[in-house]
Every structure is written in C-alpha cells, then in structure tokens.
C-alpha cells in the first residue's frame, strides 16, 4: 500500500465537517465487539451511498477532527486466545477483505481500517447485519428502506468501475492512457486544455478522483485506452489479446506468427484486425459466387467475432485473455468465461455482456455493431462466401467460436450441413422470410438437379430438432427455427 496516499487519504477523511455512514472516528475505543458492528454497518452503508469502501480511524478526536495519535495496535490485540482480525473474519459474513494499516501522520499514529462495501449480501456480525445512519449504528432489520436500498444497490460487480491503477499524478494519467485515442474515437474535439481533458475522461468513468489532488485509472480505462498494459498489474495486462498463427492445422505445427498486445483494446484493436488480415491467404476462387481473390476468412466476420470475444469475456476470470489462434484451415477465437446466453441461440437473441460499459463505449467508437450481437452479420457474410458454418462452443470456463476456410459441400461433415441449415433458417426468419429448399441450394452452391441433397439435409435438420415447418398443413411454406 502506497503510504503517501495513506497519509492524503487520512488527511481528505479527517478534512470532512462530520462523520457520515462510512466514516467513523475513534481515540482509542478498541471494543472488539464495537469494531465488529461497525465493520457490518460501514460495509452495508458504503454500498448504499455508492462506496467502494468505508473507513473507520482510530487516533482522531471526534468532536473536532484533530489528529490525536492511539496506542492502538491491531496486529497484537487478541480477542481471547484469538487474534483480532482471524476473530473478526469469523464474526463477519460474507467473508470481506477488510485490511487494518498504521499510519505515521506527522501529527501522531493513526490506525485506519478499510471496509470493502458489500457486494453479494448485506455484511453481517455474529449473524445481525447493521447499518450506519449518520453517527448511529442500528439493526438493518429496524430499517426496512434502509434494506430494500441495499439489496437494490448490491448489483453483481461491476469489473469496469474497479480501479486498476489509484494514486496517480495528472501527469501521469496522461501517459498512461491514449486521451487523444479517446477523444478521436468518440468524434469529440480535443480540449485546449487539461481540465477539459479530465473533465471528459472523469465523465467517461475512465478516471475518477482519489486523495490528495491524484487520480485512479478505472479497469475501464486502462483495457480500452493503456498506452502498455504492462504498466498495470499482472492481472489486467493478462487481459491483453494474444495471438498465435501455426503452419499447420493443430498446435504441434511451427509457430510462424505470434502477438502479445500491450496497447489498450482502442487503441490496439484496429492494429490487431489488420495485422491477422495482412495473414490470411488469398483464395482465388470461393465456391459458386465470388470468383475474386478474397482472404481466406472474411474480413467483416473477422472483425465482429474478435470485437465479441472482447466485449463478453469476463473478467473476474484472473490470468487469462482472449486467444486467437490461426491455422491451415481454421481461426479460433476463445475468450475467458462461459456465455450469458445457450450458443444455439447466440445468432439471434440480443446479447447479455457482463461489461455494459465496455460494450458501449466500443459501440459508440465503432468497434463493434451498433445494434445485437453481430453475429448474425458474420453468419451471412458466411453464406455469401459459401465456407462452413461458424462453431459455437461453450467450454468449462470459456467461450469460443471457430470460423472455418473455404470447403466444398462435398467436404462438409454431416453435423456441419445440419448446422448450416439451422443458420440459414435463423438468418431467413430474423428478415421476416423462411428457409425453402432453394435457398438452401444457393446457401450451399448445390445446383438445381442436385435439390434431393438440400431436401436431406433439411430431413435431417428436421429430425435434430433444430427447425420445424413454418405452416404443418402446408409443407411448400418453409421452414423456421424450432423456437420460433
């Protein structure tokens, strides 16, 4: 913990004209019980006055804020035969990382604990949760509002508002993060002056203030726009993209090409998109329609499947990225967490993004589609190239979607023709039409004579339980998706 900011954050808590619901002074009131009341009541009230954490000083006189010094020494006081802080973290539930530290003020020591607000439940001591209301620590059960508050302010956490880096001057923020890619990005002008410029990033949640005139650099912040995640702790630059191309069609092949990115998804997404382009091999002749020389992948599919793997991973998932993998006849893209909505339903249900933020602001800087998930997009831009149908797979903590190269009909598996006729199925219903047997022909490039091998396909499709007929005493009107 950086003892500078300790020593600013004391003196910004002290400066305040009163305590409030997640502050509390003390001179040396060391009652083990009390600290464990008030460690529940701060925790519940910092959560509804929108907190990461609340405070509790020890060394402060409380009548006229002055710096007093204690004696007070949390490492070597027992409850019993118990230390203090094991004591407390039994006492209290859920479990909290509640943190004491001393801190040498140059007007005396002061004893500082800092209560992480409650996130999944209301905190509670020995049972009984508490709330603070102004000085006052009453039973949370006393205050009916006071909880329907809480429970409606305990939403699941929040990654993108946590901070990545605290205690950071202004000169420094605007090293460690591309403003200008900001202000670019989001078709706003430059200010002509500092205050501008961190009025915007604040506004943005990509900054917010800390003690003593510095700054933290949000989560947000610092994946969209680090100038070198490494310069953040370990845990957000793993988020960074890491690319491998391999000359052959698994993992034992030669690695030919390999990314490891360390700017900010912004600033770094464009370079990634046509670095894994510049990559693919041009195909002279893709199946039936397009007879120009076109990447192997299409670019647009390329673009929207990076940008969602960015957008849906989650990021509480430490030590892991997004991964994309370049082989033969293949691109992997797996991002950490498992998804938010059935795969089989993925192309045309709106998506659910654990980073709303995130998504948003990418969508406002075009990085992704303004509107649902994109997939739909990636699917069609499929079938116009006539390749496979995309793979959608939930792993144990992951997602991901493999698009594949150019194939003919011939040499698509069973499971991959099935799959491509649910997707054109989805694609012909979300634009208020329905799958028939010739557009199932053109979707394949399968000529006109050969329809019986369309009409098995759609057997088939019909026996897995994947489409259903879209009017039974009118078998000629097509074909919908079985949820339809």
């Keep these: 913990m950086n003892i500078e900011r300790d020593i600013d954050l004391v003196h910004d808590l002290i400066a305040r004209p009163a305590e409030t619901s997640w ?25 509804v006055d929108g907190k990461d954490c609340a405070y509790m000083l020890w060394g402060i006189d409380d009548t006229d804020h002055n710096i007093v010094g204690t004696a007070f020494d949390p490492d070597t006081t027992k409850v019993g035969n118990q230390p203090l802080q094991m004591w407390l973290a039994q006492c209290l539930t859920p479990s909290i990382a509640f943190t004491f530290r001393l801190v040498q003020c140059p007007k005396g020591r002061v004893v500082l604990l800092e209560v992480p607000a409650a996130t999944s439940a209301p905190v ?7 709330i603070r209301i102004g000085s006052a620590t009453p039973k ?17 956490y929040t990654w993108e508002h946590g901070v990545a880096r605290q205690y950071v ?11 200008a890619q900001y202000f670019r990005l989001t078709d706003q002008p430059l200010p002509d002056n500092r205050n501008g410029i961190f009025e915007r990033l604040e506004a943005e949640r990509l900054i917010r203030e800390d003690v003593g005139g510095k700054w933290s650099i949000t989560n947000l912040g610092a ?33 030919t090409h390999r990314h490891e990115g360390q700017l900010g998804y912004a600033g770094g997404f464009e370079r990634l998109v046509n670095y894994i382009n510049g990559l693919l091999p041009r195909n002279e002749q893709i199946g039936m329609a397009l007879r120009e020389a076109h990447p192997l992948f299409p670019e647009l599919a390329i673009r929207e499947l990076v940008a969602n793997a960015l957008i849906h991973q989650d990021m509480t998932v430490r030590g892991a990225g ?52 994109g997939l739909d997009k990636v699917i069609a831009v499929v079938e116009i190239f006539q390749l496979p149908p995309p793979l959608f797979r939930e792993e144990e903590a992951s997602m991901q979607v493999v698009l594949y190269g150019p194939r003919t009909f011939a040499n698509m598996s069973v ?5 491509a006729c649910y997707h054109h199925a989805i694609l012909k219903f979300l634009s208020g039409d329905r799958m028939k047997n010739a557009s199932l022909c053109e979707r394949f490039g399968i000529e006109s004579r050969n329809a019986a091998q369309a009409s098995n396909i759609i057997k088939r499709a019909l026996e897995a339980d994947l489409i259903k007929a879209a009017d039974p005493e009118h078998p000629r009107a097509g074909y919908v998706p079985i949820w339809a």
């Excluded at 953040?232 to 391999?246: H, M, P």
């Design 415 to 419: 499971e991959e023709r099935i799959r």
């Design 223 to 255: 994946i969209l726009f680090a100038t070198d995640l490494s310069r953040f702790d370990q845990a957000l630059a793993r988020k960074a993209v890491r690319f491998i191309a391999y000359n052959g069609t698994n993992r034992a092949a030669t690695v």
């Design 322 to 373: 997004p991964q994309i993998e370049l082989f033969k006849d293949r691109i992997e893209i797996t991002n950490p967490g498992r998804p938010l909505v059935r795969v089989e339903r993925m192309i045309d249900l709106p998506p659910r993004s654990r980073n709303e933020a995130l998504a948003s602001l990418m969508r406002r800087m075009k990085m992704c589609e303004e509107q649902g998930s």
């Design 140 to 156: 949370l059960t006393d205050y009916p509002e006071r909880y329907r508050q809480l429970i409606a302010a305990m939403q699941p």
């Design 124 to 130: 509670a001591f020995d049972g009984v949760p508490y």
């Design 169 to 179: 001057s202004g000169d420094d923020v605007l090293k460690l993060l591309d403003y």
């Design 23 to 47: 502050v509390e002074f003390k001179k040396d009131n060391v009652d083990p019980k009390m600290i464990g009341v008030r460690c529940a009541a701060l925790a519940n009230a910092a959560r």
